[in-house]
């Protein structure tokens, strides 16, 4: 299955009418974050029925990810990456993380003790052996390098926040009152916490814990059974999350899986060995121009990706392509008067444009189909809607 099969058989794999959740000043971008399981939902069902037909008449489809083809396992980690969760009453809906079960172990004399210290170990760096290293980067700090090939689809990390607070406090500024909040986190998490760097302390100064949320923070979703108070957003630190870098042209998808409480990362693209492992942290249909501004202000860093190292016709080019998706984003959400069933002509130019720009940015494929599958059921072409 190509890159290209993909949107089409993804279009109700996401509720949200955006391609982006914009956090506010200071904060990453949270692209089409993730609500969790598809089982039960619109988009599981789709999934459903893709992947058996996929498989075959007569032939089940697979019982979990790891009994999947490579094919299918690449429709399941994108579509887990790529939902974005319900909305109520016009918001999107909270989630204060949780602290992973971890499983009861009783005395087993020296071999539980030394299952219970790999198990510890374990619980501090959860990734998949071997496919990544925090190391020294030049020009840029610490940062995430591939130690091996890694193949599109492959989830790289899942992990819990270090420290969470509300931004309404972080907006008020008041160092005690931030400091307080960071207290509440456990010792080792505070530890992990104030390892992080502060990109807005000055040369020499002491790091505050201000700074490092701004620096490190990722917008996460609230409780969405709290009904009885107003929500307010959370932002949280995760000790190796926030140490990967940005870029223009990312090969990673972040989001955030409320039912584990943990952000995860998958790879969008295939990966070289020795290759910087990048997120991104702003609207990526802004221009050169506007991207660096913002991360000059906010994290006080320009970026060196490949995109924004490109000169004269290139350079152009690429601006060209991320100025018209802006535009097409703000009218794809009322583009059914221009649908047919043959088709709906700025799905399809946003597709185009995102296999140009972004080598077919499974995500924000997923984004454009997903809007396109909401607008053409709305405007009763169901045949479109279900292709």
Known sequence: MSVVELPSMLMGC???SGLEQHAGPGLRTRRLSSAGHLAGSAG?????????????RGQPRP?????????QRWVLAVAACCQVPRRRNGKSPACLPRRPRQPRLENQGAGGLALRATMAEAALDNRPACKFEIQEIESKGMGAVACQEIQKGTRILQERPCATI?????AEGDSHAIEAEIRHARPEDQDRFWELADSHVASQAE???????LTNGYPIDEDEDDEEEESDALMAVFPTVSRFNHSCNPNLHNSWHEDIGKETLHAIHD??????????????????????????RVWKFTCSCEVCRLTGSARTRSDKNRLRLQELREVLPNSGEGASERGNPVVNEMLELIDEEFDGCPPLKCGVCSTGFE?????????????
């Open 271 to 296: 990966i070289a060995k020795g290759e910087e492992l990048c997120t991104t942290y702003l609207d990526l249909f802004a221009t050169c121009d506007k991207r660096q501004s913002k991360l000059s």
């Open 14 to 16: 996401q509720r949200s």
């Open 207 to 213: 790091k505050t814990a201000k700074g490092i949320l």
């Open 166 to 170: 509300q931004q309404s406090i972080l």
């Open 44 to 56: 599981g069902q789709q999934l459903d029925r893709v992947l058996h037909a996929r498989g075959g």
């Open 63 to 71: 019982a979990s990810h790891r009994e999947a083809t490579g094919a």
């Open 375 to 387: 607008v053409a059921a709305g405007g009763g072409l169901l045949d479109l809607a279900q292709g």
